[in-house]
C-alpha cells in the first residue's frame, strides 16, 4: 500500500503550530494597533457645516482662542461660540459670503448652528478645561496646532494613557499661564536640548515651588 | 481576616435587655430570614431561575443570544461606525449661562397652604436638583422630602400637555379667554387649594369684586384643616401656631407628626436643637407622644403611647385637668390614673411644655393645646396672626357646594389644583354633580379623576415654569420664579388663569406678581431695584406675620360632644401619606419607590394594624408566618383586607405594625389614582424586549395607576370629611398578596449597629457608645494601629505621602440623636446622583438602587414572648424607634477594594472609596464582600427606555450607570471635585463647609456632617471628637470615615426603671487577627 501522506506531511503539524502561533500573535498585533484610539480616534476629521478655518482666524489674522472660546478660563468645557460671536465680525466682514450663510442664518432664525464634535471625551470622564489652563497647559499640547489647521482634526488619542503619560510628567508640558494660547511654544521650548533643558528646569522648579501635583487616582475624573 | 458569627437579635440580648430589630420575622428567626441576613444578594436577586416570574431573559438566555448576535455582528462589524455627536452653541447666549456651571436660582414651592423658600440648581437652563434656600429663615438652607421630590414632577412624562375640552375638539388659550368673558356675572364657584399668595388672593377679590355672584370656597384634600378651626375655636379668630421647640423642656403631642406634617422643616430644627447633646451637662427636651400610628415623631418619643384617636382626646382632657384647665369628664377620669398623664402634668409643671395636636384630632383639643400652651407655654408657642378670614368647616361648604352643583343653582365651577373627585367624601356624590355642572374648569397636572369629568381641562404649569408668590409658615414673603419656560405651551398658572376670569384679559405672570407687590407696598426704595434683590435673596425679611400678644388662650371648646370610642369596635383613621401626600406625588416614581419612614413599604398602599387586631380579624399571625404572611426570601405576603365604612369598600393588604394601638387601622391617602397620559408608549420589537427587559417603570402607563388599585382611603371619610372614622368592618378577602418592603435590607444581624443610652446612663458613663463593643483578647479596638487616629493628622505613611494631590481627607458624621428619618435625604441623594427607579418586582428581589437607605430599627427589651417584646396593647408598652441613614461608609481597610479583580473600586488621595464605573465588570466580589451591605448592582439597564423627559432630570455632572456596574455612595465626589477645581482655578484652600454632601445639604436637622477630617478645627473634626461617636463593625478593623454619634433618649424616671447598662451585648466573635 502506498504511502497516504508524504514524507514532507511530517513538517504539517509544527508549520500548523506555527502558522496559529504568528496568527495569533499578528492578530493581536492587529487588534493592538487598529483597536486602539491612537488609530481610530487621532486624525479623526469630520466635515463642519460652516468651512470655518482656524488656520485664517487663528494663524494667519492672530485672534486669540479666548476671543471665540471664551468661557475656558472658568468652565470645564471650552465653549463653542454662539452665533452671536460670529457675528460680531461677521455682521460686517464677508457680510454676504455664501459659505457664511449658516451662521446668519442662525442668527435670523435663533436656531443652533449644528457642529460636529472632534474631539470627543467619553461621558464617565470629566475633564476641566478651566483647571488645565490655570495651572498652563497649553491648548496646543491636546490640540495640536490648531493655527495651522485649515478643517480641525483630532490630534491626540484622548485615551486615559495618553492623560496619564501628561500627569506623571507635568514638567513636560507645563508653561507660563500667559502663554496658554501661544502656538508653537511646545517645538520652541525644545528647539534646542539646551532650551529644553532650561524649560525643564524651570518647571521643576515651579512645580516644587507651587506644589503642582495631578491626580492619577480615578475619582480625579471617572465619578 | 476577622469573621463574625451570624447572630439573630433573640441570640444577642438577654432577657430583660433592649433587643434592636428590624421586622417581626427578624425579631423571631422565622425560617427563611437567615437567608437574607447571611447573603448580600437575596435568593433569586441573581439569576431569575432560582425564583420564577422575573418578565426578564435569564442569564442562560441572554448568553445565547448574546452570542449569537455578537457573531452576526461580528462578520459585518457593522456596529464599529464613530456615532457622530453634535455641538449646538446658543445662537444668542444669555448673559449669565456659562456652560458647564450650573446657576441656582432663588425660588419657593407652595404646598399646602405655604410655601418653602429653595434654591434650583439649573444648567444651561434645566432644573435638575432642588435644595433648600440657606438664607431663607423657614428652610435655612434644608427642605422637606416633598420638595425634593418635587422637581420630578416638573420632568413627569404623564403631565397633561395640551388643553382639552370634554366634548373633544382642539381648543387653545384664546378659546378659554374667550369663554372667561363669558362668565361675567353668572353664577360661579372657584375651588381653589390653600394659599398663601398675596397675588392669588388680590385677584380672587378682584374677581368676587367684578363678579357678584361668584363665591370661593377653599378646599384641602388632605383633609379638614381642624388645627386652623381649632385654634380659631380657642382664640375667636384664625390664628396659627408656631412651635418653637428649642426653648421648651417638654414636648406633648396628641396624635401629631409635627416632624413630617406641616412646616416640618423648622419643626424638625428646633426639636433637634432641644435634643442637641455634645457635652454630658447640656440638657434635652423630653417628648411625649399620644398617637394612633406608628410615626417618625413617634419614633423620636422618650415616651410613647399607642392609643385609638378616638381616645386621645380624654387622654388630653385628663392633662388639662390635671394642669388646672377644663373638665376631664367622665371618659377623662379613667385616664387620670394613666401613669404618662400623670408624668406629663408633672413635667409641665416643672417647666415650659409643648402642646401640639394633630389633624386626627377635633378642633376641641386644638383648643384645649391652645389654653394648655397659654398656660405652660412659656412663650415657646407663638400664635400668628395671618390676617385670613375666619375658617369654615370645610366638609359644610362642600356639602352645600354639592347639593348646589346638582341642582343647577351654580353655572360654572372653576378648580384650581383640586381633585374632588378622588378625594372628596363620597357621601357628597361629587362626580355626579360635577357631571350635572353645565361648565366646570379644571387647572390640574395631570388628566387625573377630575379632569377627565370636567368639561375643561387647563395643564397647570409646575411652580419651576411659572412666576407666583406666597408667604412661609412664618409669613415670610418669597416669590416664586420661573427656572424653565413651561414644557407644554398649554401649560398655564392659576394666576394667569384667575386674572383671565376676573378681567377677561391676559395678564403675564410676571406683572400680575409685581403688581401685588406694588399695590402692597412690599418693597421700599427704587422698585426695580428692590425687585432685583427681591429676586436674588427668593425672599423678602423681616415680613413674618405679626405674633398675637398672650397666646391664643381664650375659650376651652367643649370636649362633651365628642363620643367616646366604642369597646371593640375598629376605628379607622384616613391620613395623609408621608409619600404620596393626598395624591399630588402618586406619579412621582422617586416616591413610590422610597420606603415609608416607618413601615419601608415600597410601590404599595397597606392597611396597618396591631398583631392582636389582625389576630382578631382571623389574619394568619401564628408563629412562622409574619407580618400578616410567610416570609419568603425577603418578601412578606399578607392578607388583603376589605374595609367598609358607609356602604364604601376599599381593599387594601394588612401590614401588621408593632407599637400601633390595637382595634384602630391606619390608612394613607394617595392611592388607587387613575390617571390618563398622553405619552405615547412605543412597543418594542421583540427583539429588544429579549435583549432587555422592560426594565423602566413608565413603560406600563402612569406609575400612579394600579398601586393600591382599590385603596383609595380618602373614600372612608365620613360625609364632613373627618379623619377618624370610629367604625367599620373588616373583612380579610385573600391571602398572599405581594409587599415589596426593604425594612429587612441590608440587615446586619443584630449587632450593635445603633446604639443609644438614656440621658442619665450617658452622665454616668460617657463612652458607652464606644465601650458596647467586646475587646478582641482584651484588647481594646482603639488600640489597633489606626491610619487616622484621634488626632486625625495624615500619617507618614509613604503610600499617601507622594499621591497627596489635596490636603483635605473628607470624612462625615451622623448624630443618631438628631435624625428623624425624614427622608429628605434619600430622595436628595436620588436627585443629585442620578439614582435609579427599579419597580415593585425588583424592589422584592433586594435590587433597589438607593445609595443612601434609612435604617429602621424597633427597640424593645426583650421577654420571652416574642408578642410581648414586639409591644402590643393599649396600654401595653410600644417598642421604640431608631433611624440610622447607612450608605458607604468609606473605609479606610475597605474589604470591597481588595477583592475587585480589575480594581474598579480604590483609594482616592483624599481618603474615598471610588468607584470607578467604566472598570467595573460587574463581579459583585466587592458587594459580597462588604460588611455593611452598602453596594447596588445594576442588574438591567434602567435607563435605556425612560421617557426623554425623565432623562431631563439627570445631574449633567453624574455618570449615568449602565446594566452589569455596580455603585454606591461616592459622598457626592462631583460636589468635592468641583469645588475642588472652583478653589484651584481662584489659587486659594478650600474653607470648612466648602463641599455640602446632597443628604448634609437637605438635612432639616443638621444630623450629617461632612468634611475635611485632617483639620481639627472643622466641624466634623470636633464631632468626631465627641464622646458618642462609634464606628460601625469597628471590630472589622476596616476604619471607617463614617462616623455615628450614638442615640440618647431622656425618659421620665417615674415611668422607666433603671436599666441595666446596655453593654455586652453581643458574645465573643470568633477571629483571627493575624492578618488585621
Same mark, same amino acid.
Given at each position: 500500500?502506498?504511502?497516504?501522506?508524504?514524507?514532507?506531511?511530517?513538517?504539517?503539524?509544527?508549520?500548523?503550530?506555527?502558522?496559529?502561533?504568528?496568527?495569533?500573535?499578528?492578530?493581536?498585533?492587529?487588534?493592538?494597533?487598529?483597536?486602539?484610539?491612537?488609530?481610530?480616534?487621532?486624525?479623526?476629521?469630520?466635515?463642519?457645516?460652516?468651512?470655518?478655518?482656524?488656520?485664517?482666524?487663528?494663524?494667519?489674522?492672530?485672534?486669540?482662542?479666548?476671543?471665540?472660546?471664551?468661557?475656558?478660563?472658568?468652565?470645564?468645557?471650552?465653549?463653542?461660540?454662539?452665533?452671536?460671536?460670529?457675528?460680531?465680525?461677521?455682521?460686517?466682514?464677508?457680510?454676504?459670503?455664501?459659505?457664511?450663510?449658516?451662521?446668519?442664518?442662525?442668527?435670523?432664525?435663533?436656531?443652533?448652528?449644528?457642529?460636529?464634535?472632534?474631539?470627543?471625551?467619553?461621558?464617565?470622564?470629566?475633564?476641566?478645561?478651566?483647571?488645565?489652563?490655570?495651572?498652563?497647559?497649553?491648548?496646543?499640547?491636546?490640540?495640536?496646532?490648531?493655527?495651522?489647521?485649515?478643517?480641525?482634526?483630532?490630534?491626540?488619542?484622548?485615551?486615559?494613557?495618553?492623560?496619564?503619560?501628561?500627569?506623571?510628567?507635568?514638567?513636560?508640558?507645563?508653561?507660563?499661564?500667559?502663554?496658554?494660547?501661544?502656538?508653537?511654544?511646545?517645538?520652541?521650548?525644545?528647539?534646542?536640548?539646551?532650551?529644553?533643558?532650561?524649560?525643564?528646569?524651570?518647571?521643576?522648579?515651579?512645580?516644587?515651588?507651587?506644589?503642582?501635583?495631578?491626580?492619577?487616582?480615578?475619582?480625579?475624573?471617572?465619578? | 481576616?476577622?469573621?463574625?458569627?451570624?447572630?439573630?437579635?433573640?441570640?444577642?440580648?438577654?432577657?430583660?435587655?433592649?433587643?434592636?430589630?428590624?421586622?417581626?420575622?427578624?425579631?423571631?428567626?422565622?425560617?427563611?430570614?437567615?437567608?437574607?441576613?447571611?447573603?448580600?444578594?437575596?435568593?433569586?436577586?441573581? &439569576?431569575?431561575?432560582?425564583?420564577?416570574?422575573?418578565?426578564?431573559?435569564?442569564?442562560?438566555?441572554?448568553?445565547?443570544?448574546?452570542?449569537?448576535?455578537?457573531?452576526?455582528?461580528?462578520?459585518?462589524?457593522?456596529?464599529?461606525?464613530?456615532?457622530?455627536?453634535?455641538?449646538?452653541?446658543?445662537?444668542?447666549?444669555?448673559?449669565?449661562?456659562?456652560?458647564?456651571?450650573?446657576?441656582?436660582?432663588?425660588?419657593?414651592?407652595?404646598?399646602?397652604?405655604?410655601?418653602?423658600?429653595?434654591?434650583?440648581?439649573?444648567?444651561?437652563?434645566?432644573?435638575?436638583?432642588?435644595?433648600?434656600?440657606?438664607?431663607?429663615?423657614?428652610?435655612?438652607?434644608?427642605?422637606?422630602?416633598?420638595?425634593?421630590?418635587?422637581?420630578?414632577?416638573?420632568?413627569?412624562?404623564?403631565?397633561?400637555?395640551?388643553?382639552?375640552?370634554?366634548?373633544?375638539?382642539?381648543?387653545?388659550?384664546?378659546?378659554?379667554?374667550?369663554?372667561?368673558?363669558?362668565?361675567?356675572?353668572?353664577?360661579?364657584?372657584?375651588?381653589?387649594?390653600?394659599?398663601?399668595?398675596?397675588?392669588?388672593?388680590?385677584?380672587?377679590?378682584?374677581?368676587?369684586?367684578?363678579?357678584?355672584?361668584?363665591?370661593?370656597?377653599?378646599?384641602?384634600?388632605?383633609?379638614?384643616?381642624?388645627?386652623?378651626?381649632?385654634?380659631?375655636?380657642?382664640?375667636?379668630?384664625?390664628?396659627?401656631?408656631?412651635?418653637?421647640?428649642?426653648?421648651?423642656?417638654?414636648?406633648?403631642?396628641?396624635?401629631? &407628626?409635627?416632624?413630617?406634617?406641616?412646616?416640618?422643616?423648622?419643626?424638625?430644627?428646633?426639636?433637634?436643637?432641644?435634643?442637641?447633646?455634645?457635652?454630658?451637662?447640656?440638657?434635652?427636651?423630653?417628648?411625649?407622644?399620644?398617637?394612633?400610628?406608628?410615626?417618625?415623631?413617634?419614633?423620636?418619643?422618650?415616651?410613647?403611647?399607642?392609643?385609638?384617636?378616638?381616645?386621645?382626646?380624654?387622654?388630653?382632657?385628663?392633662?388639662?385637668?390635671?394642669?388646672?384647665?377644663?373638665?376631664?369628664?367622665?371618659?377623662?377620669?379613667?385616664?387620670?390614673?394613666?401613669?404618662?398623664?400623670?408624668?406629663?402634668?408633672?413635667?409641665?409643671?416643672?417647666?415650659?411644655?409643648?402642646?401640639?395636636?394633630?389633624?386626627?384630632?377635633?378642633?376641641?383639643?386644638?383648643?384645649?393645646?391652645?389654653?394648655?400652651?397659654?398656660?405652660?407655654?412659656?412663650?415657646?408657642?407663638?400664635?400668628?396672626?395671618?390676617?385670613?378670614?375666619?375658617?369654615?368647616?370645610?366638609?359644610?361648604?362642600?356639602?352645600?357646594?354639592?347639593?348646589?352643583?346638582?341642582?343647577?343653582?351654580?353655572?360654572?365651577?372653576?378648580?384650581?389644583?383640586?381633585?374632588?373627585?378622588?378625594?372628596?367624601?363620597?357621601?357628597?356624590?361629587?362626580?355626579?354633580?360635577?357631571?350635572?355642572?353645565?361648565?366646570?374648569?379644571?387647572?390640574?397636572?395631570?388628566?387625573?379623576?377630575?379632569?377627565?369629568?370636567?368639561?375643561?381641562?387647563?395643564?397647570?404649569?409646575?411652580?419651576?415654569?411659572?412666576?407666583?408668590?406666597?408667604?412661609?409658615?412664618?409669613?415670610?414673603?418669597?416669590?416664586?420664579?420661573?427656572?424653565?419656560?413651561?414644557?407644554?405651551?398649554?401649560?398655564?398658572?392659576?394666576?394667569?388663569?384667575?386674572?383671565?376670569?376676573?378681567?377677561?384679559?391676559?395678564?403675564?405672570?410676571?406683572?400680575?406678581?409685581?403688581?401685588?407687590?406694588?399695590?402692597?407696598?412690599?418693597?421700599?426704595?427704587?422698585?426695580?431695584?428692590?425687585?432685583?434683590?427681591?429676586?436674588?435673596?427668593?425672599?423678602?425679611?423681616?415680613?413674618?406675620?405679626?405674633?398675637?400678644?398672650?397666646?391664643?388662650?381664650?375659650?376651652?371648646?367643649?370636649?362633651?360632644?365628642?363620643?367616646?370610642?366604642?369597646?371593640?369596635?375598629?376605628?379607622?383613621?384616613?391620613?395623609?401619606?408621608?409619600?404620596?401626600?393626598?395624591?399630588?406625588?402618586?406619579?412621582?416614581?422617586?416616591?413610590?419607590?422610597?420606603?415609608?419612614?416607618?413601615?419601608?413599604?415600597?410601590?404599595?398602599?397597606?392597611?396597618?394594624?396591631?398583631?392582636?387586631?389582625?389576630?382578631?380579624?382571623?389574619?394568619?399571625?401564628?408563629?412562622?408566618?409574619?407580618?400578616?404572611?410567610?416570609?419568603?426570601?425577603?418578601?412578606?405576603?399578607?392578607?388583603?383586607?376589605?374595609?367598609?365604612?358607609?356602604?364604601?369598600?376599599?381593599?387594601?393588604?394588612?401590614?401588621?405594625?408593632?407599637?400601633?394601638?390595637?382595634?384602630?387601622?391606619?390608612?394613607?391617602?394617595?392611592?388607587?389614582?387613575?390617571?390618563?397620559?398622553?405619552?405615547?408608549?412605543?412597543?418594542?420589537?421583540?427583539?429588544?424586549?429579549?435583549?432587555?427587559? &422592560?426594565?423602566?417603570?413608565?413603560?406600563?402607563?402612569?406609575?400612579?395607576?394600579?398601586?393600591?388599585?382599590?385603596?383609595?382611603?380618602?373614600?372612608?371619610?365620613?360625609?364632613?370629611?373627618?379623619?377618624?372614622?370610629?367604625?367599620?368592618?373588616?373583612?380579610?378577602?385573600?391571602?398572599?398578596?405581594?409587599?415589596?418592603?426593604?425594612?429587612?435590607?441590608?440587615?446586619?444581624?443584630?449587632?450593635?449597629?445603633?446604639?443609644?443610652?438614656?440621658?442619665?446612663?450617658?452622665?454616668?458613663?460617657?463612652?458607652?457608645?464606644?465601650?458596647?463593643?467586646?475587646?478582641?483578647?482584651?484588647?481594646?479596638?482603639?488600640?489597633?494601629?489606626?491610619?487616622?487616629?484621634?488626632?486625625?493628622?495624615?500619617?507618614?505613611?509613604?503610600?499617601?505621602?507622594?499621591?497627596?494631590?489635596?490636603?483635605?481627607?473628607?470624612?462625615?458624621?451622623?448624630?443618631?440623636?438628631?435624625?428623624?428619618?425624614?427622608?429628605?435625604?434619600?430622595?436628595?441623594?436620588?436627585?443629585?446622583?442620578?439614582?435609579?427607579?427599579?419597580?415593585?418586582?425588583?424592589?422584592?428581589?433586594?435590587?433597589?438602587?438607593?445609595?443612601?437607605?434609612?435604617?429602621?430599627?424597633?427597640?424593645?427589651?426583650?421577654?420571652?414572648?416574642?408578642?410581648?417584646?414586639?409591644?402590643?396593647?393599649?396600654?401595653?408598652?410600644?417598642?421604640?424607634?431608631?433611624?440610622?441613614?447607612?450608605?458607604?461608609?468609606?473605609?479606610?481597610?475597605?474589604?470591597?477594594?481588595?477583592?475587585?479583580?480589575?480594581?474598579?473600586?480604590?483609594?482616592?488621595?483624599?481618603?474615598?472609596?471610588?468607584?470607578?464605573?467604566?472598570?467595573?465588570?460587574?463581579?459583585?466580589?466587592?458587594?459580597?464582600?462588604?460588611?455593611?451591605?452598602?453596594?447596588?448592582?445594576?442588574?438591567?439597564?434602567?435607563?435605556?427606555?425612560?421617557?426623554?423627559?425623565?432623562?431631563?432630570?439627570?445631574?449633567?455632572?453624574?455618570?449615568?450607570?449602565?446594566?452589569?456596574?455596580?455603585?454606591?455612595?461616592?459622598?457626592?465626589?462631583?460636589?468635592?471635585?468641583?469645588?475642588?477645581?472652583?478653589?484651584?482655578?481662584?489659587?486659594?484652600?478650600?474653607?470648612?463647609?466648602?463641599?455640602?454632601?446632597?443628604?448634609?445639604?437637605?438635612?432639616?436637622?443638621?444630623?450629617?456632617?461632612?468634611?475635611?477630617?485632617?483639620?481639627?478645627?472643622?466641624?466634623?473634626?470636633?464631632?468626631?471628637?465627641?464622646?458618642?461617636?462609634?464606628?460601625?463593625?469597628?471590630?472589622?478593623?476596616?476604619?471607617?470615615?463614617?462616623?455615628?454619634?450614638?442615640?440618647?433618649?431622656?425618659?421620665?424616671?417615674?415611668?422607666?426603671?433603671?436599666?441595666?447598662?446596655?453593654?455586652?451585648?453581643?458574645?465573643?466573635?470568633?477571629?483571627?487577627?493575624?492578618?488585621?
Amino acid at each position: 500500500m502506498a504511502q497516504l501522506f508524504p514524507r514532507k506531511a511530517n513538517t504539517f503539524p509544527a508549520l500548523t503550530l506555527f502558522g496559529a502561533l504568528g496568527g495569533g500573535l499578528l492578530l493581536i498585533a492587529f487588534v493592538w494597533y487598529y483597536f486602539s484610539p491612537k488609530f481610530y480616534e487621532v486624525g479623526y476629521q469630520p466635515t463642519q457645516p460652516v468651512p470655518y478655518s482656524h488656520a485664517l482666524h487663528a494663524g494667519q489674522l492672530g485672534m486669540d482662542c479666548r476671543y471665540c472660546h471664551s468661557h475656558v478660563e472658568q468652565s470645564p468645557y471650552a465653549n463653542i461660540p454662539s452665533t452671536q460671536t460670529c457675528m460680531n465680525c461677521h455682521g460686517q466682514i464677508k457680510s454676504e459670503s455664501l459659505a457664511l450663510l449658516p451662521v446668519r442664518e442662525s442668527w435670523a432664525t435663533g436656531e443652533p448652528i449644528e457642529w460636529v464634535q472632534v474631539n470627543h471625551l467619553p461621558d464617565y470622564a470629566h475633564f476641566p478645561h478651566a483647571n488645565h489652563v490655570a495651572v498652563g497647559i497649553g491648548c496646543e499640547s491636546c490640540h495640536g496646532r490648531i493655527d495651522q489647521m485649515p478643517v480641525v482634526y483630532q490630534v491626540g488619542p484622548m485615551s486615559m494613557g495618553w492623560c496619564l503619560e501628561c500627569h506623571r510628567n507635568p514638567e513636560e508640558s507645563l508653561r507660563d499661564p500667559e502663554l496658554v494660547t501661544r502656538m508653537g511654544y511646545n517645538d520652541e521650548v525644545r528647539e534646542t536640548d539646551e532650551s529644553y533643558r532650561a524649560y525643564l528646569a524651570a518647571n521643576r522648579a515651579r512645580i516644587a515651588a507651587e506644589g503642582i501635583n495631578p491626580p492619577e487616582n480615578c475619582s480625579a475624573c471617572h465619578y | 481576616m476577622i469573621e463574625l458569627d451570624i447572630l439573630s437579635p433573640s441570640d444577642v440580648a438577654a432577657d430583660g435587655q433592649p433587643t434592636f430589630w428590624r421586622s417581626r420575622s427578624d425579631l423571631r428567626n422565622a425560617a427563611g430570614h437567615q437567608a437574607i441576613l447571611k447573603n448580600e444578594f437575596h435568593p433569586g436577586a441573581t &439569576d431569575r431561575s432560582e425564583l420564577d416570574g422575573d418578565p426578564g431573559p435569564s442569564r442562560r438566555s441572554f448568553m445565547k443570544i448574546m452570542g449569537a448576535s455578537m457573531a452576526l455582528a461580528g462578520v459585518g462589524l457593522s456596529g464599529c461606525r464613530r456615532p457622530v455627536e453634535n455641538v449646538l452653541p446658543y445662537a444668542r447666549k444669555p448673559e449669565e449661562i456659562v456652560p458647564g456651571i450650573p446657576n441656582f436660582y432663588a425660588t419657593a414651592m407652595p404646598m399646602g397652604g405655604y410655601v418653602q423658600g429653595l434654591l434650583v440648581e439649573s444648567h444651561e437652563g434645566r432644573p435638575t436638583k432642588i435644595e433648600g434656600n440657606p438664607e431663607h429663615p423657614i428652610n435655612r438652607g434644608a427642605t422637606d422630602v416633598f420638595a425634593q421630590a418635587s422637581i420630578l414632577n416638573l420632568y413627569d412624562p404623564d403631565r397633561s400637555r395640551r388643553m382639552r375640552r370634554r366634548e373633544g375638539g382642539e381648543v387653545n388659550w384664546n378659546d378659554f379667554i374667550t369663554l372667561a368673558r363669558t362668565l361675567r356675572g353668572r353664577r360661579l364657584v372657584v375651588l381653589a387649594e390653600p394659599t398663601s399668595s398675596p397675588t392669588v388672593l388680590r385677584l380672587r377679590d378682584q374677581l368676587l369684586a367684578a363678579n357678584p355672584n361668584a363665591r370661593w370656597i377653599t378646599y384641602r384634600g388632605a383633609g379638614e384643616d381642624t388645627v386652623s378651626l381649632g385654634v380659631q375655636e380657642a382664640a375667636g379668630r384664625p390664628l396659627r401656631p408656631l412651635y418653637r421647640f428649642s426653648q421648651a423642656q417638654t414636648i406633648v403631642s396628641f396624635d401629631a &407628626d409635627f416632624l413630617s406634617g406641616e412646616n416640618a422643616v423648622m419643626n424638625a430644627r428646633e426639636y433637634a436643637e432641644s435634643r442637641r447633646v455634645l457635652e454630658p451637662t447640656d440638657t434635652m427636651s423630653r417628648l411625649y407622644v399620644i398617637e394612633s400610628a406608628y410615626t417618625p415623631t413617634g419614633g423620636m418619643a422618650d415616651h410613647r403611647v399607642p392609643m385609638k384617636a378616638g381616645s386621645i382626646p380624654f387622654f388630653a382632657a385628663a392633662v388639662a385637668a390635671g394642669l388646672g384647665v377644663g373638665e376631664a369628664g367622665a371618659a377623662g377620669q379613667l385616664m387620670a390614673a394613666h401613669p404618662v398623664v400623670q408624668a406629663i402634668v408633672e413635667d409641665a409643671q416643672a417647666g415650659t411644655t409643648v402642646f401640639v395636636a394633630g389633624p386626627t384630632q377635633p378642633p376641641a383639643v386644638q383648643a384645649l393645646c391652645a389654653r394648655l400652651n397659654a398656660q405652660v407655654g412659656g412663650g415657646a408657642v407663638q400664635y400668628l396672626d395671618t390676617g385670613a378670614e375666619a375658617a369654615v368647616p370645610q366638609g359644610l361648604a362642600l356639602q352645600q357646594l354639592a347639593r348646589e352643583l346638582g341642582t343647577g343653582a351654580v353655572d360654572a365651577l372653576v378648580m384650581i389644583g383640586v381633585n374632588p373627585v378622588y378625594d372628596a367624601p363620597p357621601a357628597l356624590r361629587f362626580a355626579e354633580a360635577l357631571e350635572r355642572t353645565p361648565l366646570s374648569i379644571h387647572l390640574g397636572p395631570h388628566l387625573d379623576e377630575t379632569a377627565r369629568l370636567a368639561t375643561w381641562h387647563i395643564p397647570r404649569a409646575h411652580y419651576l415654569e411659572q412666576w407666583g408668590d406666597g408667604r412661609a409658615y412664618d409669613g415670610t414673603y418669597s416669590v416664586i420664579q420661573p427656572v424653565i419656560a413651561p414644557l407644554y405651551e398649554d401649560a398655564h398658572s392659576e394666576i394667569e388663569l384667575l386674572s383671565t376670569l376676573a378681567t377677561g384679559e391676559v395678564t403675564a405672570g410676571y406683572d400680575l406678581v409685581r403688581e401685588t407687590i406694588r399695590e402692597q407696598g412690599l418693597l421700599s426704595g427704587s422698585f426695580e431695584d428692590a425687585w432685583r434683590t427681591l429676586l436674588h435673596n427668593g425672599f423678602l425679611p423681616n415680613t413674618q406675620y405679626a405674633t398675637v400678644a398672650g397666646g391664643a388662650g381664650g375659650a376651652t371648646g367643649s370636649l362633651a360632644r365628642l363620643l367616646v370610642p366604642v369597646e371593640g369596635a375598629l376605628e379607622v383613621v384616613v391620613r395623609p401619606d408621608p409619600k404620596m401626600h393626598d395624591g399630588f406625588f402618586s406619579n412621582n416614581a422617586w416616591m413610590q419607590e422610597l420606603p415609608d419612614p416607618v413601615t419601608k413599604v415600597t410601590w404599595d398602599a397597606v392597611a396597618q394594624m396591631s398583631a392582636a387586631t389582625a389576630a382578631r380579624l382571623d389574619i394568619d399571625t401564628v408563629e412562622g408566618s409574619f407580618e400578616g404572611g410567610p416570609v419568603e426570601a425577603g418578601n412578606v405576603y399578607t392578607s388583603v383586607v376589605a374595609i367598609s365604612v358607609g356602604g364604601q369598600t376599599v381593599e387594601l393588604p394588612v401590614w401588621i405594625q408593632p407599637g400601633h394601638p390595637d382595634d384602630s387601622v391606619t390608612v394613607t391617602m394617595g392611592f388607587g389614582r387613575e390617571l390618563e397620559t398622553e405619552r405615547l408608549i412605543e412597543d418594542r420589537g421583540l427583539l429588544a424586549r429579549l435583549f432587555d427587559k &422592560d426594565a423602566d417603570v413608565y413603560r406600563p402607563g402612569p406609575v400612579a395607576n394600579g398601586i393600591g388599585a382599590k385603596g383609595n382611603a380618602a373614600l372612608l371619610r365620613g360625609a364632613d370629611g373627618s379623619a377618624v372614622i370610629p367604625a367599620a368592618e373588616i373583612a380579610v378577602v385573600s391571602d398572599g398578596y405581594l409587599v415589596a418592603t426593604t425594612q429587612d435590607h441590608g440587615s446586619m444581624e443584630g449587632r450593635p449597629i445603633v446604639r443609644m443610652a438614656t440621658l442619665d446612663e450617658y452622665r454616668a458613663d460617657e463612652d458607652f457608645a464606644r465601650d458596647a463593643v467586646e475587646p478582641i483578647d482584651d484588647v481594646p479596638w482603639q488600640a489597633y494601629p489606626p491610619i487616622w487616629g484621634e488626632e486625625n493628622t495624615p500619617p507618614a505613611d509613604p503610600r499617601f505621602g507622594e499621591a497627596m494631590y489635596s490636603d483635605q481627607q473628607w470624612g462625615m458624621t451622623i448624630d443618631l440623636n438628631a435624625c428623624s428619618g425624614c427622608n429628605a435625604c434619600v430622595v436628595a441623594c436620588q436627585s443629585e446622583n442620578n439614582i435609579m427607579v427599579v419597580g415593585k418586582d425588583q424592589v422584592s428581589r433586594g435590587r433597589e438602587m438607593h445609595w443612601l437607605r434609612m435604617d429602621r430599627y424597633y427597640v424593645s427589651e426583650r421577654t420571652d414572648d416574642p408578642f410581648e417584646t414586639e409591644g402590643v396593647g393599649e396600654f401595653g408598652h410600644s417598642p421604640m424607634m431608631v433611624m440610622q441613614p447607612m450608605m458607604c461608609q468609606h473605609c479606610e481597610y475597605a474589604p470591597c477594594e481588595s477583592v475587585c479583580p480589575v480594581a474598579a473600586t480604590s483609594h482616592s488621595p483624599d481618603g474615598l472609596n471610588e468607584m470607578t464605573y467604566n472598570r467595573c465588570i460587574g463581579t459583585r466580589y466587592c458587594s459580597n464582600n462588604c460588611p455593611y451591605k452598602v453596594r447596588r448592582f445594576n442588574f438591567y439597564n434602567w435607563t435605556k427606555t425612560l421617557p426623554l423627559t425623565t432623562q431631563m432630570a439627570m445631574n449633567p455632572d453624574v455618570t449615568v450607570r449602565f446594566r452589569g456596574v455596580m455603585e454606591k455612595c461616592t459622598f457626592c465626589v462631583q460636589r468635592i471635585r468641583g469645588a475642588q477645581h472652583v478653589a484651584h482655578i481662584e489659587n486659594r484652600g478650600m474653607s470648612d463647609g466648602e463641599v455640602q454632601t446632597a443628604c448634609q445639604q437637605t438635612c432639616p436637622t443638621n444630623a450629617i456632617v461632612f468634611g475635611d477630617i485632617s483639620d481639627p478645627d472643622s466641624r466634623v473634626s470636633q464631632l468626631k471628637r465627641n464622646s458618642r461617636r462609634y464606628e460601625l463593625l469597628e471590630e472589622l478593623l476596616t476604619k471607617p470615615r463614617l462616623s455615628y454619634l450614638a442615640r440618647l433618649r431622656n425618659p421620665n424616671p417615674r415611668l422607666e426603671a433603671p436599666r441595666r447598662k446596655p453593654e455586652t451585648v453581643q458574645p465573643v466573635p470568633t477571629h483571627d487577627l493575624d492578618e488585621a
